[in-house]
């Protein structure tokens, strides 16, 4: 099980949004996308799930071509939490998590009894089976984010996809949050995760993968990547480095 | 109640009024006097069966599309209307009625599916592959009001007050006097695109977490829009070539449903079709009944209880409609 891409190039109208970028992604590990706003790493995230088409390069799973694999295959492989989710309608939270499985249905007839136990375990592995019968506008953005994270793991797919997944949460969500995708990857999936917070980053990240301009910056463990003069050279700021408790890593950024 | 008792309970209603629709109108024909050899039984089969028939079927598909079009467009106002099929379709049958061969109903009804699919073709030309549902409610908006101002052109240049006249009762949207022929023209178009529809509810399903997130559910959004707007061309356009434009069905049956089936696309599509017919054969019905010597015309009478309607819901949903 692989996710990577090889010279990728993406360009959006004029700009050339990701240049050359060719990025490994383990399974079973969270690797951690940072950069400075614009840098490229929503558009790497849409091209890993194939939102987006590249104008050169590859991206490949298991060792094959993204555009060779059928929407399906992929959906069902990845599973993908735009920045910003929002819900249309007010469906029950249930509604909202089996749409998850829309990659494993049939074209016709109701969910198989397959699909049941998959919501119902991602329910029960997010902590939100009180929100299974309750509309979904009826709760807090915390809540609503878990029920997301739920749709995502009801698919069962190799690959977690999140573009800024802590956005507008308080932190007490955030940590749940972080901690549902640790688990999601100690029990085997790959993580990729968008953050801004550099802490959050030092506290969830195994890896690091930094874009600036669209090129890879610097890749590679967190310990290694996640230092306070690359910080500073990244993001074009003085970044210093606190020693946090229990040998935890703080970055705070001064200003010039 | 559980879904398929809901579903039963509408479809009931939906032939309770079909009868009603047989019953209802000038002459009224008590149920007592159908099958019999009561000469009345003749208005049955002959005037008001096929009537019927047709308008269930429209009003099914209108409903059904109204359906459809929101859960794509994630808008609670969105109609077969906002599409500008119906205009599209409705200009090709005034044209036919401007050039003198309205009393032809094959060149009729050819001319208007002609119009309903030089409205599909812009919409593709304009939207391309872009398939984003904004751009197609952009697209659509604008043909629909070309396609009123061609009409409005029509009209206005037409030399002879009887075309003009009978353009302007063409649009205004009646069952009245439609038979068979009609019905054997439109009946499979219509039942073609209700087949088409019914396919898209895991899809719009997806959509509620927009366009992005469908996709990478797999939904393939370009084919998605090419069904739904081919689809609803072909029904709404052969309802709209036998009847004249008929609007708010679509834009209010989903409205009164979802309270009751719940705000998932999907789960809408059926009830909405069955209510779609209900709505239409009881209008329809109420039509007929009105005193006078002329009947009120069924696109009139829609839009008088439509607008009301509509205003209601916009100030029970302010603030909360739109796009989100």
């Known amino acids: 099980m692989e996710l990577r891409t090889r010279d990728l190039g993406v360009r959006l109208g004029q700009r050339q949004v990701l240049d050359n970028v060719s990025a490994i992604f383990a399974p079973g590990r969270i690797t951690v996308l940072l950069g400075p706003n614009g840098a490229g790493k929503s558009s790497l995230l849409k091209s890993l799930v194939g939102l987006i088409p590249g104008q050169s390069g590859d991206v490949l799973l298991n060792r094959r071509p993204l555009r060779v694999i059928s929407m399906r295959d992929r959906a069902r492989a990845m599973a993908y939490l735009a920045q910003d989710p929002v819900v249309h309608w007010n469906l029950i939270g249930r509604d909202l998590v089996a749409l998850g499985r829309l990659p494993h249905r049939g074209a016709f007839g109701g969910p198989s009894r397959a699909d049941m136990v998959a919501v119902d375990r991602a329910l029960a592995d997010t902590g939100t089976q009180d929100f299974a019968d309750r509309p979904v506008h009826s709760l807090s953005g915390g809540e609503r984010a878990r029920l997301l994270l739920a749709r995502m793991l009801a698919g069962e797919p190799q690959w977690l996809l999140a573009d800024e997944p802590l956005a507008s949460l308080d932190p007490a969500h955030q940590i749940d949050m972080l901690r549902l995708f640790r688990r999601a990857a100690d029990r085997g999936a790959g993580v990729l995760l968008v953050l801004h917070d550099l802490n959050q980053a030092a506290r969830i990240a195994d890896d690091v993968l930094i874009l600036k301009q669209g090129c890879v910056a610097a890749m590679g463990t967190s310990q290694d990547v996640l230092t306070a003069p690359l910080l500073s050279r990244v993001y074009e700021t003085p970044i210093h480095q606190i020693a946090g408790e229990d040998g935890m890593r703080l970055f705070h950024a001064s200003g010039t | ?324």
């Open chain 2, 1 to 324: 109640m559980s879904r398929p008792a809901k579903l039963l309970s509408l479809a009931a209603l939906m032939v309770v009024l079909f009868a009603l629709s047989l019953m209802a109108g000038k002459v009224w024909v008590p149920f007592d006097a159908w099958f019999g050899t009561d000469p009345r039984w003749w208005i049955i089969l002959e005037l008001r069966l096929p009537r019927a028939i047709l308008g269930a079927a429209i009003g099914g598909m209108l409903g059904l599309s109204g359906a459809v079009l929101q859960g794509y467009m994630r808008n609670p106002l969105a109609d077969p209307g906002v599409l500008g099929i119906s205009s599209g379709a409705a200009f090709g049958a005034v044209a036919a009625i401007f050039f003198g061969v309205g009393g032809s109903l094959l060149l009729l009804f050819g001319s208007a599916m002609a119009g309903a699919a030089g409205a599909i073709l812009l919409l593709g030309i304009f939207v391309g592959r872009s398939a984003s549902a904004v751009s197609l409610i952009l697209a659509g908006t604008i043909l629909a009001s070309l396609g009123g101002a061609l009409t409005a052109f029509l009209i206005s240049i037409s030399p002879n007050p009887f075309a003009t006249s009978e353009i302007v009762t063409w649009i205004m949207g009646a069952l009245t006097d439609r038979g068979y022929r009609e019905a054997a023209y439109a009946l499979p178009c219509i039942a073609i695109g209700m087949a088409l529809l019914l396919t898209t509810g895991r899809a719009l399903d997806a959509l509620a977490l927009g366009e992005e997130s469908a996709r990478s559910l797999g939904v393939p959004m370009g084919g998605l829009q090419a069904l739904i707007v081919g689809a609803v061309g072909l029904g709404v356009g052969a309802g709209v070539a036998v009847t004249g434009v008929v609007g708010f069905v679509g834009l209010i049956v989903p409205h009164l449903l979802r309270p009751w089936f719940g705000e998932r696309p999907s789960a809408l599509l059926l009830p909405s079709l069955l209510g779609g017919a209900a709505l239409l054969l009881a209008a329809d019905s109420l039509v007929r009944l009105a005193p006078g010597a002329n009947e009120v015309k069924l696109g009139v009478a829609m839009a008088m209880i439509g607008a009301p309607f509509f205003f209601w819901l916009l100030l029970k949903y302010r603030g909360r409609i739109l796009w989100n």
